[in-house]
């Protein structure tokens, strides 16, 4: 399938990504014959990126042949507005890099803009988008609503090709989803008012079942792509060497630090999980300490225990 890509994507993705994942390999092909598509996969499986590549792939062509118009093109539908800031950043990423492709092979591409639309976006960012239209545009249900709803801003839309809705599981049974659905036939009446195809839909679902009425959700006529199994995974169960207690002690905690910090150390990404934010920024300190970070040397503690009193410096691999 991606020899099929636009060579400047295909040599991005190629430069990127070992191979495609399975709900890649399985649901571009739907993707590419302008089905509807509900994507169902484990977290960190790949879907996002799924969904995207062939969006991407056809915004470049357009680019590079001059015919990307002035509209946007693609929007993405996701219900957290924390969740809609990284989708931007792994879509302004690639395309800095297929930007840089082309410049180094000396081929004319126009800029592909993206925007994010929340409740958060400023004024002046809203009019920014209404004079240059992003061709991406990142949102939520809400949002979406009020976009189309507008005069001046449901213009943007009649040339939308692409909408991908993301955790569509988590809308689908709710008020919100029914709202969300509504919004949709919205746009696909004035998409097909304005003499274009119905916009195709990709949605995107964790492993959830029945996964056939979250696809009756999406679109009556919604291929499914169900990548249902769980990625293998390594657990393990670790206690302190000392005897647990009430209170963990001094020597318990170091301990606790000690082999967190050996595991941060074996491993690319780490996430620790605790029940406070005191505890979170006294567990930051101490790992920093023990991970060779200066600032975290230097930070004042406001009681015995280490705790410390100033900010806490970012870990570059622990979250």
Known sequence: ??????????????????????????????????????ISAPTGSGKTLAAFTLCLDDLVRRSTEGTLPEQTLVVYVSPLKALTNDVRE?????????????????????????AVRTGDTTAAQRQSMLRKPPHVL????????????????????????????????????????????????????LVTASGGPKPQRIGLSATVRPIEEIARFLSE????????????????VEVPKDELGPVA???????????????????????????????????????????GSPEAAECPTDDESGTPGGAVPDLDRVA
Do not use: C
Not at 9 to 27: K, M
Not at 92 to 112: D, H, N, S, V, Y
Not at 221 to 236: C, K, P, Q, S, Y
């Open 1 to 38: 399938m991606r020899d099929d890509f636009h060579p400047l994507v295909r040599e991005w993705f190629d430069s990127s990504f070992s191979a495609a994942t399975e709900p890649q390999v399985l649901g571009w092909p739907a993707i590419r014959a302008g089905q509807d598509v509900l």
């Open 90 to 114: 792994n879509l302004e990423k690639p395309l800095a890099a297929l930007t840089a492709l082309a410049q180094a092979q000396g081929l004319p591409m126009a800029p592909i803009r993206t």
């Open 138 to 189: 990142v949102t939520t249900p809400e949002s979406l609503y009020i976009l189309l709803t507008a005069e001046k801003s449901r213009a943007l839309f009649a040339s939308v090709a692409t909408v991908i809705v993301d955790e569509i599981h988590a809308m689908a049974a709710d008020k919100r989803g029914s709202h969300l659905a509504l919004t949709l036939a919205r746009l696909d009446a």
């Open 221 to 236: 006529t919604a291929r499914i792509v169900n990548v249902g199994h769980r990625r293998d995974m390594e657990l393990a």
């Open 249 to 291: 002690s001094n020597e318990m905690w170091a301990e606790i630090y000690d082999r967190v910090a050996d595991l941060i150390r074996a491993h690319r990404t780490t996430l620790v999980f605790v029940n406070t934010r005191k505890m979170a920024e006294r567990v930051a300190h101490q790992l920093a300490l023990r991970l």
